[in-house]
């Protein structure tokens, strides 16, 4: 499985922009999709997760200002962030967990997508 991962980038604070995350091979179910991100010096952290029937956790961090959504028949996740803030710049990592004709839920990441909110 691989997760292909695009749309980071510089933007000025109060600016937005749209991550996306497209999942592929060897899948038979996307049991849910997510992104997270890391801060130099810091730890990564859980931004919003999707499940395939629609469930959204959002980190309180961003709610209100980030939304996420999925389109499961192309295994598709997108991530759209508006009022961006400079504590939002970070390395976005997309995840799914993803059900294989080995493996139940098997957790994959994708390659990070570099956002930087600066004026």
């Known amino acids: 499985v691989q997760l292909q991962a695009s749309g980071g980038g510089l933007v000025q604070p109060g600016g937005s922009l749209r991550l996306s995350c497209a999942a592929s091979?060897?899948?038979?179910?996307?049991?849910?999709m997510g992104w997270y991100r890391q801060a130099p010096g810091k730890e990564r952290e859980m931004v919003a997760t999707i499940s395939s029937g629609g469930r959204v956790s959002i980190a309180d961090s961003v709610k209100g200002r980030f939304a996420i959504s999925i389109q499961t028949a192309e295994n598709t996740m997108y991530l759209q962030m508006n009022s961006l803030k400079s504590e939002d710049t970070a390395v976005y990592y997309c995840?799914?967990?993803?059900?294989?004709?080995?493996?139940?839920?098997?957790?994959?990441w994708g390659q990070g997508t570099q956002v930087t909110v600066s004026s």
């Open positions: 091979g060897g899948i038979f179910k996307v049991e849910q």
């Open positions: 995840n799914a967990l993803v059900t294989t004709m080995a493996r139940l839920m098997e957790p994959f």
